[in-house]
């Protein structure tokens, strides 16, 4: 659709500025000297003008580009694309501060307050313990969520699809070893309703300091944040 737009607006521009064109050169070539072709150029700029105003009012979404999609960016189609208790990812897109997201536009998530359900570990990193952790993390966090419209409670199922443990081997690498030496920890969310329909879906990653309970607190923080704007 954007393309489309982009080649609709296209032939619009060129052929309003084309006839424009053609029509003062002959006016210019009827006319005696300069100024009369000073004129007739002014006008046509002006023609050229009008026609990408308009163009920008006929095809204003055009304009914008949509939302990448999860099952389209380069991170999807990796081999080792680690798969959480998400289902489908087929309408999750980019979230800006929270990396991929879907929310049900009927929905919104700030009216309610939040109870943690089950958590799972589906990382390469096997612990009983990070488990813990991730299910402590939250809870805290959801307990200073302060729902704005008392809507009721909904539940939050979580799933680590990833892991890893500070590492300080990683500090070699050029300009980001800072970063990616610290823990990281990739956390899916999944909210349901009081009649277990999902209304949210997210899944987000961030690394923090040297535990993975640092890199946890800043996904969940993360989370809240977007959660109470939407």
């Given at each position: 659709?954007?393309?489309?737009g982009?080649?609709?607006?296209?032939?619009?521009?060129?052929?309003?500025?084309?006839?424009?064109?053609?029509?003062?050169?002959v006016?210019?070539?009827?006319?005696?000297?300069l100024?009369?072709?000073?004129?007739d150029?002014?006008?046509?700029?002006s023609?050229?003008?009008?026609?990408?105003?308009l163009?920008l009012?006929?095809?204003p979404?055009?304009a914008?580009?949509?939302?990448?999609k999860?099952?389209e960016?380069s991170e999807?189609?990796?081999k080792?694309?680690?798969?959480?208790?998400?289902?489908?990812?087929s309408?999750?897109?980019?979230?800006?501060?929270?990396?991929?997201v879907?929310?049900?536009?009927?929905?919104?998530?700030?009216?309610?307050?939040?109870?943690?359900?089950k958590?799972e570990?589906r990382?390469?990193?096997?612990?009983?313990?990070?488990?813990?952790?991730v299910?402590n993390?939250?809870?805290?966090?959801?307990?200073?969520l302060?729902?704005?419209?008392?809507?009721?409670?909904?539940s939050?199922d979580l799933?680590i699809?990833?892991?890893e443990?500070?590492?300080?081997?990683?500090?070699w690498?050029?300009?980001a070893?800072g970063?990616?030496?610290?823990a990281?920890?990739?956390?899916?969310?999944?909210?349901?309703?009081a009649?277990?329909?999902?209304?949210?879906?997210f899944?987000?990653?961030?690394?923090?300091?040297?535990?993975i309970?640092?890199?946890?607190?800043?996904v969940?923080?993360d989370?809240?944040?977007?959660?109470?704007?939407?």
């Amino acid at each position: 659709m954007l393309l489309t737009g982009i080649i609709l607006s296209g032939i619009f521009f060129f052929g309003f500025c084309f006839q424009a064109t053609s029509k003062e050169m002959v006016m210019a070539r009827c006319g005696s000297g300069l100024a009369v072709a000073v004129n007739d150029w002014r006008r046509v700029t002006s023609h050229c003008i009008m026609a990408v105003m308009l163009a920008l009012f006929f095809f204003p979404n055009y304009a914008v580009c949509a939302p990448t999609k999860l099952v389209e960016s380069s991170e999807y189609k990796e081999k080792d694309f680690h798969k959480g208790i998400i289902t489908d990812y087929s309408n999750m897109v980019d979230g800006d501060d929270v990396q991929w997201v879907w929310i049900d536009p009927a929905i919104k998530l700030s009216q309610y307050g939040l109870k943690v359900g089950k958590v799972e570990n589906r990382s390469d990193l096997r612990s009983r313990s990070m488990v813990d952790t991730v299910r402590n993390v939250f809870k805290d966090t959801f307990a200073d969520l302060k729902a704005k419209g008392g809507k009721g409670t909904l539940s939050a199922d979580l799933c680590i699809y990833e892991a890893e443990n500070f590492s300080a081997g990683k500090a070699w690498i050029p300009f980001a070893g800072g970063h990616q030496m610290q823990a990281g920890i990739g956390i899916e969310m999944v909210l349901r309703d009081a009649r277990n329909r999902t209304v949210g879906k997210f899944r987000h990653f961030a690394r923090e300091g040297a535990q993975i309970e640092a890199a946890a607190q800043e996904v969940a923080g993360d989370l809240m944040k977007y959660i109470a704007s939407h």
